[in-house]
């Protein structure tokens, strides 16, 4: 594709789906892939002497079922902990939740740089990651008005 190796998750016109792209120069680099289901996805690269571990994320939205949500969370849990401490682990996509522009309870994780208020998929974010020491890191820096999105 372009240039790019493509790995995905999900069903061919589906309703869910997700993937990673990875520029061809480090197709190579990739050890392992794991799809987990349709909304979950990892893959591993051993880049020199770095094991970097790349998570896509399609978290249940608002007005699903509360067991299809737990069992993303949970699902999601699982991965995050099977990935040894000694490796890298960066976790993109959608996680469906606005954590809002107010980092209280949460200065470890959000860095300031939200918008709007905060909702309960935000919440569900902002818990994951203090539990696993993870940061937002799109929270870490301002943003321009342009590339903010509706609220």
């Known amino acids: 594709m372009d240039g790019y190796k493509l790995w995905y ?12 792209l990875v520029d061809n120069h480090l197709r190579d680099s990739v050890v392992e892939v794991r799809r987990v289901n349709d909304r979950l ?3 591993k690269l051993v880049v020199g ?17 509360e067991e299809i949500k737990r069992h993303f969370w949970e699902g999601l ?3 995050v902990r099977s990935i040894p ?3 890298r682990l960066f976790i993109g996509g959608d996680f469906n939740g606005h954590i809002g522009s107010s980092a209280v309870g949460y200065t470890k994780v959000h860095g300031g740089f939200g ?7 935000g919440t569900l974010l902002l818990d994951f990651a203090k ?4 940061v937002i890191v799109n ?3 301002p943003k321009r008005d342009e590339h903010l999105g509706e609220n």
């Not at 896509?56 to 079922?65: I, R």
């Not at 539990?131 to 993870?134: A, G, T, W, Y």
């Open 139 to 141: 929270s870490s820096f």
């Open 85 to 87: 401490p000694s490796e």
């Open 77 to 79: 849990d699982d991965i």
């Open 9 to 20: 998750s999900g069903v061919l016109r589906g309703r869910n789906g997700v993937g990673i």
């Open 41 to 43: 996805m990892t893959i």
């Open 131 to 134: 539990v696993f020491d993870l």
């Open 49 to 65: 002497e770095c094991t970097l571990n790349v998570v896509s994320v399609y978290a249940s939205q608002v007005g699903l079922d």
């Open 115 to 121: 918008v709007g208020e905060r909702n309960g998929g």
